[in-house]
């Protein structure tokens, strides 16, 4: 078992996926001779040749139209975005045919592919490098969408969304890419696509997050618990469609409260759906209202003020001693 940063764990999956399974191939825009703009596929090129890892030109559309292609003659594409900003220039080929194949010929096909796409502020990145437009892709019926939180996670997600049947939107968060390292198996481990994982067990307070925000999110948490001895239950999303709605209600019906963080701008968000299906399933058993701490509704901010657009642990912390105290 190694220590790994999440980029190294992506690679570790994508290498012992393309290994084990000859129908899994790479593409994407530098993802070969130079390893990806992050390097999350260095070494692959090497390993498995340029026709298993390919270098295609500056074309979002173009490349989901060649990955579906190609998961329609029988192979497993793992495409890449370079970055989730440019990512609406292939809508057209996503939502109009990835989504809906399996719809429109009743069962009768399927398409096993993977969007991956870097997303997220935090790294101090230009303008379209930074969003969070998980509800975007959430909101299209015929895709899943998956955000891990941590390397060890991201390697077991991505191996079990490169073998599902369906298009697997994989957002990948760029703060954490190199932000702290896990003990990853050298074994083969998965986790099911559409369930959440409580993280900590509580009994006072739920807290939700997803992607970069669990930092914050436990951060907050901790310093909560030291400072006044709270029981708090902290849940990662990790599938945001289909979401585990079960989880977070359940586990709202046991506490009483709960306070969900989300980097994307407030509105038409994850956090707002989350809030829905609890009133639906848990409503009469809310001591509180949920508290939901996010992004802001304005266009991602340069480096010089992401730092007060993004849910830091402090602002996390404050809401939820607000909630707490209500």
């Not at 703009?37 to 498995?48: A, E, H, I, K, M």
């Not at 989901?64 to 990512?87: D, H």
């Not at 096993?112 to 997220?120: A, H, L, S, W």
């Amino acid at each position: 078992m190694a220590k790994l940063n999440m980029v190294q764990a992506i690679n570790l999956a994508l290498r012992q996926e393309m290994e084990k399974d000859p129908t899994v191939l790479v593409l994407g825009q530098d993802v070969a001779v130079d390893g990806g703009v992050f390097r999350v596929t260095d070494g692959l090129l090497d390993r498995f040749g340029d026709l298993r890892v390919v270098d295609t030109p500056l074309a979002e559309s173009g490349i989901i139209g060649s990955s579906i292609g190609m998961a329609l003659a029988g192979l497993r594409p793992v495409c890449e975005m370079q970055f989730s900003g440019f990512s609406y220039l292939m809508m057209g080929q996503f939502e109009a045919h990835a989504t809906r194949l399996r719809s429109r010929t009743q069962g009768q096909l399927n398409l096993p592919m993977v969007i991956r796409m870097p997303y997220g502020g935090g790294v101090r990145a230009l303008e379209h490098h930074s969003e969070s437009r998980e509800a975007t892709y959430a909101h299209l019926p015929g895709a899943k969408v998956v955000i891990p939180s941590g390397p060890r996670n991201a390697r077991a997600l991505l191996l079990a969304a490169i073998r599902d049947p369906d298009p697997v939107v994989f957002m990948e968060p760029k703060h954490s890419y190199r932000a702290f390292r896990e003990d990853v198996p050298d074994q083969e481990e998965t986790l099911p696509i559409g369930k959440a994982q409580i993280v900590q067990e509580g009994t006072d307070l739920t807290l939700v997050s997803w992607g970069a925000m669990m930092r914050p999110a436990l951060k907050a948490a901790a310093e909560i618990e030291q400072a006044r001895g709270a029981s708090i239950e902290i849940i990662d999303l990790l599938t945001i469609a289909p979401m585990d709605a079960g989880t977070v209600a359940a586990s709202v019906r046991k506490t009483g409260r709960c306070v969900i963080v989300q980097e994307a701008p407030r509105s038409f968000g994850v956090s707002s759906e989350i809030t829905a299906q609890i009133n639906d399933k848990a409503f009469l058993y809310l001591e509180a209202p949920i508290k939901r701490l996010t992004g802001y509704d304005v266009v991602t901010p340069y480096f010089g003020r992401e730092k007060n657009y993004i849910p830091s642990a402090a602002r996390v912390a404050r809401g939820i001693t607000e909630t707490l105290d209500f």
